[in-house]
């Protein structure tokens, strides 16, 4: 027997007098805290199916924490929270209720989201240590003329 995820259907196998469904899915991991979708906005450039603006608009329930916030998370602009950040991927319309719209966050966990930015400084820095010693050279070749 095949097991894999992408099967859309369980697989049934008998073993003795009795019939077993076998099926695999994807690790669930149940969060202290909720996100509700509270409204989306799609909008697209003039005349073109081109994406000017994905937005959602979503409320964090967290009882242990006592909070209670709206967040907008779109384009380039993704929530951080408790270590997992949320990302504006794909709008589109709820297959039960077609006139109501739905909204894909991909979630992702990355302990590293700080290296690029550490990266950024350092190369910042190292460019104004660069700045500097040519600056002192320029100056005190300059000052015996």
Known sequence: WLVSSLLTHPQELKVGDKMWRVALR???QYLPYSVQLLKTTYEVYPGTDIPK?????VRIENQPRSENREVDIYMNNPLRYEGLTF???QM?????DPNRPSSTLQVVENPGWLTPYLGCVMVGAGMLIQFLMHLVGFISRRRPA
């Not at 603006?53 to 608009?57: D, G, L």
């Not at 589109?92 to 039960?96: A, C, T, V």
């Open 92 to 96: 589109g319309r709820d297959e039960i």
């Open 53 to 57: 603006n994905f937005q959602s608009r």
């Open 87 to 89: 990302y504006q991927y």
């Open 26 to 28: 994807s690790e669930r």
